[in-house]
């Protein structure tokens, strides 16, 4: 927060995004475990080493062996071989194996550190985001996530409330908003009610697999199945063609969102151009089938919040793939928009708005700002909470789209006379019988004391907590004995082994706040000073004043001398004297590249580079692009 | 459920250890937030039990006390002011869920009153031929078979418009008869609020017929209404 209002802290690159993708560097040759690179910086590996390379790993959290698999068909990367039933499955990245949790902490640590970088100080508590739609065991694998990253995760907020609390911040306003999140990988729709600066969901619904990555798969199917069509090339054998090809199906997808028409050109292993024309009434016709899978639950959304499309006040949209056109035209169909003269909430970045949001949940939880002070969320859990009963079916005991926390009170007794122990298996779903549901856990109530059938009564009390995670507790009323509990969660890590993927992740040298930060600050020093190195040889140089010739290299000289030190902040105040003495050599630089971009470039790919480089870490960061 | 305690027990308080009314969510010497206090859903509200509720009081009310004891206002509290606000945000939110619903707020009292009532929400039952209503035997048997029917055709990819209008006007007929209970149900609310003993018993047991008529009705409109939709 800064004074009142939300704002998104950017990493390292300039980039206000942290991209999921994680990659494992190569092993050292001197040995050792290999390091980790996440984010932007982790993209180009995707088509270097793809088997080293793993993205959307939000869509693996909390999920089982068969659900990862079927999941994996339209992934490159892989389960590793010997999974045991019962097991968290592990991810083959290169030579080592991950669990979903362990990947997503490591994109948490390097938000973390942005974080940090930012404020110049340890952060080590956090507000995450998750779908509305997790269920329980996803919810409870990212705050497994949070806790190997070294946070202490203070809240899970459903993303779609996030989003809204950011756009409700600066309205005092009363009415009904709808919030229609499609991002990668997951599809959430919420609707809240809104009055006197408390936040209301009435009813969430979604699709914890629909989103942006579904639109590209579908896309790669038929371009890799038309290249094999057409160059008699099959793509599957090239992981690294496979993810060039992903390149430029994004790059398809983004484009059509603001032209008419797009093409494909991509260099095939066997040195053909697979070149293709894709005009936007085309791709609407092909990603028709996934964007009416959001229909059905924004309708049942509304059934659930017993409203119609006419009493939803405003829409909010979130997600990247809410930029495409036909999603805004489904929406408006879905709400009546148009009809009513109203247009959906695009004014905040749909990529940032739910990291803005959880800032304002961080603010209400730290008490630290008076803006938020009067604001409450009230948010809901997805799914029913029911418990098998005789003969498989499920007794719900507690209704999908209740306010959390949440609790329900059942009693149980045994069915045979001096039976110690009763096993309850719990759900999570709306379907009838307890298979078609979600197995959440099974717990076992062991140390009755032994009585005749149906003679104990163990009250056991659910209690979903305000981060839309279970906790049972039992009673047995006759003996006033605590029943005792062994849960097995039916997918999930246990605490022990939590803990131990903390140590395992935790690389000691960075465990150390100022040594990282030291760490940190000589990169920086280095990245600048090679860049001044090589700075002579190109022709900008010549035009520089001799004065400003020597201002460079006295600031070089200086930051030579500090980098060696233990301070990082002197280091850090050398570094940016440095990048302002390069200031104006860096400007003849970038006039250069635009030059030599327009030659030989289009307009548009010009414009990328300059994009990009003008978000570079240091104005002497274009001497980079070649 | 929560049983109706008598409230004159004074309870010490875990942080000040004062004696206080059991009833109350914070001390009314230290401040400090409570363990969910006894007492039914009403109690939560200061409410006496009634059927007729002034719903926007209700939910101005469930807003102010949510402000109070919502676990995000105890986000830095100590472990016990976590622990009991947890508790008693459940609590209230149970409470304000089973007392805005008409339908849920009639069985709540009934049970609180002694009466037997199913449960609500379980997954037994759903069909179970005894519940039938009597007067709806022959009618209830028909829409199963054409429900049975309706699936058949669905399974093997039909459409059967013939049939789909039949089950069009059912639901519109079911859909009147639940309307019709839920006007009886009101007509009891007002018996009851304002009724002694002897009238109150009288109603409860109507009220207990009319709710298991209602349930049945409902799940057959819920089954056809699927199947339309479908």
Same mark, same amino acid.
């Given at each position: 927060?800064?004074?009142?209002?939300?704002?998104?802290?950017?990493?390292?690159?300039?980039?206000?995004?942290?991209?999921?993708?994680?990659?494992?560097?190569?092993?050292?040759?001197?040995?050792?475990?290999?390091?980790?690179?996440?984010?932007?910086?982790?993209?180009?590996?995707?088509?270097?080493?793809?088997?080293?390379?793993?993205?959307?790993v939000k869509r693996l959290m909390g999920r089982g062996l068969e659900e990862i698999q079927s999941e994996l068909?339209?992934?490159?990367?892989?389960l /590793?071989?010997?999974?045991?039933?019962?097991?968290v499955p592990?991810i083959? *990245?290169?030579?080592?194996?991950?669990t979903a949790p362990?990947?997503?902490?490591?994109?948490?640590?390097?938000?973390?550190?942005?974080?940090?970088?930012?404020?110049?100080?340890?952060?080590?508590?956090?507000?995450?985001?998750?779908?509305?739609?997790f269920n329980?065991a996803q919810?409870?694998a990212?705050?497994?996530?949070?806790?190997?990253?070294?946070?202490?995760?203070?809240?899970?907020?459903?993303?779609?409330?996030?989003?809204?609390?950011?756009?409700?911040?600066?309205?005092?306003?009363?009415?009904?908003?709808?919030?229609? @999140?499609?991002?990668?990988?997951?599809?959430?729709?919420?609707?809240?009610?809104?009055?006197?600066?408390?936040?209301?969901?009435?009813?969430?619904?979604?699709?914890t697999h629909?989103?942006?990555?579904?639109?590209?798969?579908? *896309?790669?199917?038929?371009?890799?199945?038309?290249?094999?069509?057409?160059?008699?090339?099959?793509?599957?054998?090239?992981?690294?063609?496979?993810?060039?090809?992903?390149?430029?199906?994004?790059?398809?997808?983004?484009?059509?969102?603001?032209?008419?028409?797009?093409?494909?050109?991509?260099?095939?292993?066997?040195?053909?151009?697979?070149?293709?024309?894709?005009?936007?009434?085309?791709?609407?016709?092909?990603?028709?089938?996934?964007?009416?899978?959001?229909?059905?639950?924004?309708?049942?959304?509304? !059934?659930?919040?017993?409203?119609?499309?006419?009493?939803?006040?405003?829409?909010?949209?979130?997600?990247?793939?809410?930029?495409?056109? /036909?999603?805004?035209?489904?929406?408006?169909? #879905?709400?009546?928009?148009?009809?009513?003269?109203?247009?959906?909430?695009?004014?905040?970045?749909?990529?940032?708005?739910?990291?803005?949001?959880?800032?304002?949940?961080?603010?209400?939880?730290?008490?630290?700002?008076?803006?938020?002070?009067?604001?409450?969320? #009230?948010?809901? !859990?997805?799914?029913?909470?029911?418990?098998?009963?005789?003969?498989?079916?499920?007794?719900?005991?507690?209704?999908?789209?209740?306010?959390?926390?949440?609790?329900?009170?059942?009693?149980?007794?045994?069915?045979?006379?001096?039976?110690?122990?009763?096993?309850?298996?719990?759900?999570?779903?709306?379907?009838?019988?307890?298979?078609?549901?979600r197995?959440?856990?099974?717990? @076992?109530?062991?140390?009755?004391?032994?009585?005749?059938?149906? #003679?104990?009564?163990?009250?056991?009390?659910?209690?979903? @907590?305000?981060?839309?995670?279970?906790?049972?507790?039992?009673?047995?009323?006759?003996?006033?004995?605590?029943?005792?509990?062994?849960?097995?969660?039916t997918y999930g890590?246990?605490?022990?082994?939590?803990?131990?993927?903390?140590?395992?992740?935790?690389?000691?040298?960075?465990?150390?706040?100022?040594?990282?930060?030291?760490?940190?600050?000589?990169?920086?020093?280095?990245?600048?000073?090679?860049?001044?190195?090589?700075?002579?040889?190109?022709?900008?140089?010549?035009?520089?004043?001799?004065?400003?010739?020597?201002?460079?290299?006295?600031?070089? @000289?200086?930051?030579?001398?500090?980098?060696?030190?233990?301070?990082?902040?002197?280091?850090?105040?050398?570094?940016?004297?440095?990048?302002?003495? !390069?200031?104006?050599?860096?400007?003849?630089?970038?006039?250069? /590249?635009?030059?030599?971009?327009?030659?030989?470039?289009?307009?548009?790919?010009?414009?990328?580079?300059?994009?990009?480089?003008?978000?570079?870490?240091?104005?002497?960061?274009?001497?980079?692009?070649? | 459920?929560?049983?109706?305690?008598?409230?004159?027990?004074?309870?010490?308080?875990?942080?000040?250890? %004062?004696?206080?009314?059991?009833?109350?969510?914070?001390?009314?010497?230290?401040?400090?937030?409570? &363990?969910?206090?006894?007492?039914?859903?009403?109690?939560?509200?200061?409410?006496?039990?009634?059927?007729? $509720?002034?719903?926007?009081?209700?939910?101005?009310?469930?807003?102010?006390?949510?402000?109070?004891?919502? &676990?995000?206002?105890?986000?830095?509290?100590?472990?016990?002011?976590?622990?009991?606000?947890?508790?008693?945000?459940?609590?209230?939110?149970?409470?304000?869920?089973?007392?805005?619903?008409?339908?849920?707020?009639?069985?709540?009292?009934?049970?609180?009153?002694?009466?037997?009532?199913?449960?609500?929400?379980?997954?037994?039952?759903?069909?179970?031929?005894?519940?039938? &209503?009597?007067? $709806?035997?022959?009618?209830?048997?028909?829409?199963?078979?054409?429900?049975?029917?309706?699936?058949?055709?669905?399974?093997?990819?039909?459409?059967?418009?013939?049939?789909?209008?039949?089950?069009?006007?059912?639901?519109?007929?079911?859909?009147?008869?639940?309307?019709?209970?839920?006007?009886?149900?009101?007509?009891?609310?007002?018996?009851?609020?304002?009724?002694?003993?002897?009238?109150?018993?009288?109603?409860?047991?109507?009220?207990?017929?009319?709710?298991?008529?209602?349930?049945?009705?409902?799940?057959?409109?819920?089954?056809?209404?699927? %199947? $339309?939709?479908?």
């Open positions: 927060m800064e004074g009142d209002a939300p704002v998104v802290i950017p990493g390292v690159d300039g980039s206000n995004l942290v991209p999921s993708v994680v990659a494992l560097d190569p092993i050292p040759p001197e040995g050792g475990r290999p390091t980790v690179t996440v984010g932007n910086s982790a993209r180009k590996a995707l088509i270097e080493t793809p088997e080293r390379v793993i993205y959307s068909k339209l992934f490159p990367f892989h /590793a071989g010997d999974v045991e039933a019962g097991e592990r083959q *990245l290169g030579e080592l194996r991950f362990e990947i997503s902490a490591y994109v948490l640590r390097q938000l973390k550190r942005n974080a940090e970088r930012f404020f110049g100080a340890p952060v080590t508590q956090a507000v995450i985001t998750v779908p509305a739609y329980d919810r409870q990212t705050k497994d996530a949070g806790r190997m990253a070294g946070l202490d995760v203070l809240r899970l907020v459903n993303e779609p409330t996030a989003a809204a609390l950011a756009y409700g911040l600066d309205r005092a306003k009363v009415g009904t908003i709808a919030v229609y @999140d499609l991002g990668g990988g997951t599809f959430d729709i919420s609707i809240l009610k809104l009055r006197d600066g408390i936040f209301e969901v009435q009813s969430t619904n979604g699709d629909l989103g942006g990555d579904d639109i590209d798969n579908l *896309l790669m199917a038929i371009a890799l199945d038309e290249i094999h069509a057409e160059h008699g090339v099959d793509m599957r054998a090239h992981p690294s063609a496979v993810q060039a090809v992903r390149k430029a199906v994004i790059e398809v997808k983004i484009k059509l969102s603001t032209e008419a028409i797009a093409h494909f050109d991509i260099e095939l292993p066997n040195g053909d151009r697979y070149q293709r024309e894709i005009p936007r009434e085309v791709f609407e016709q092909l990603i028709e089938p996934v964007l009416n899978r959001t229909a059905g639950p924004c309708k049942q959304a509304m !059934t659930d919040a017993g409203i119609t499309p006419e009493e939803i006040d405003e829409v909010v949209l979130v997600g990247g793939s809410t930029r495409i056109p /036909a999603v805004r035209q489904l929406v408006d169909d #879905l709400f009546h928009l148009a009809a009513r003269g109203k247009k959906p909430h695009i004014e905040l970045n749909p990529d940032e708005v739910v990291a803005l949001g959880a800032a304002v949940q961080a603010a209400i939880l730290a008490g630290s700002s008076k803006s938020t002070d009067e604001l409450l969320l #009230l948010d809901v !859990t997805p799914l029913s909470l029911g418990i098998e009963a005789l003969g498989g079916t499920v007794a719900r005991i507690i209704q999908r789209n209740s306010t959390i926390p949440a609790s329900a009170t059942e009693f149980f007794t045994t069915g045979v006379d001096g039976q110690t122990n009763v096993a309850i298996h719990v759900v999570q779903g709306e379907r009838e019988l307890a298979t078609d549901c197995s959440l856990a099974r717990f @076992d109530l062991k140390g009755i004391p032994p009585m005749s059938a149906g #003679l104990p009564r163990i009250e056991v009390r659910f209690l979903i @907590d305000a981060d839309g995670i279970l906790h049972v507790t039992a009673l047995e009323q006759r003996s006033g004995k605590a029943a005792q509990i062994e849960v097995k969660p890590l246990t605490d022990e082994q939590v803990e131990s993927m903390i140590l395992e992740s935790f690389d000691h040298a960075e465990d150390d706040f100022a040594k990282r930060l030291l760490i940190e600050a000589r990169n920086e020093a280095e990245t600048i000073l090679t860049a001044v190195e090589r700075a002579p040889q190109s022709p900008a140089w010549a035009q520089l004043t001799g004065e400003e010739q020597a201002a460079i290299a006295a600031a070089r @000289d200086h930051l030579n001398a500090v980098k060696l030190g233990e301070d990082s902040s002197l280091i850090r105040t050398a570094t940016l004297a440095l990048d302002q003495a !390069t200031r104006r050599f860096a400007e003849l630089m970038m006039e250069a /590249a635009v030059s030599t971009a327009l030659r030989g470039k289009t307009m548009d790919s010009a414009n990328e580079e300059l994009g990009e480089a003008v978000t570079a870490p240091h104005a002497m960061a274009p001497a980079e692009f070649k | 459920m929560f049983k109706v305690l008598d409230s004159a027990v004074p309870i010490a308080c875990w942080s000040c250890s %004062i004696g206080h009314n059991d009833s109350t969510l914070f001390c009314p010497h230290c401040s400090k937030i409570q &363990p969910p206090p006894g007492g039914d859903y009403f109690s939560v509200f200061s409410l006496e039990p009634k059927l007729n $509720l002034d719903l926007p009081a209700l939910e101005r009310e469930f807003h102010r006390l949510s402000r109070r004891l919502h &676990p995000d206002r105890f986000a830095r509290a100590e472990d016990i002011e976590k622990q009991w606000s947890l508790a008693d945000t459940a609590l209230l939110n149970d409470a304000y869920r089973t007392l805005k619903d008409p339908l849920r707020r009639t069985e709540y009292l009934l049970k609180l009153e002694g009466a037997e009532i199913g449960e609500e929400f379980s997954g037994m039952g759903r069909k179970d031929p005894s519940r039938v &209503p009597a007067d $709806l035997l022959e009618e209830v048997f028909d829409l199963n078979l054409q429900l049975e029917e309706m699936r058949m055709a669905r399974n093997m990819g039909q459409s059967d418009p013939v049939l789909e209008a039949s089950l069009t006007g059912a639901k519109k007929k079911f859909d009147g008869l639940v309307e019709a209970v839920d006007r009886d149900l009101r007509i009891e609310w007002k018996l009851w609020d304002e009724g002694d003993e002897v009238a109150r018993a009288a109603s409860e047991k109507r009220m207990v017929a009319m709710i298991d008529r209602r349930r049945y009705l409902s799940n057959l409109v819920r089954d056809v209404t699927e %199947i $339309l939709g479908a």
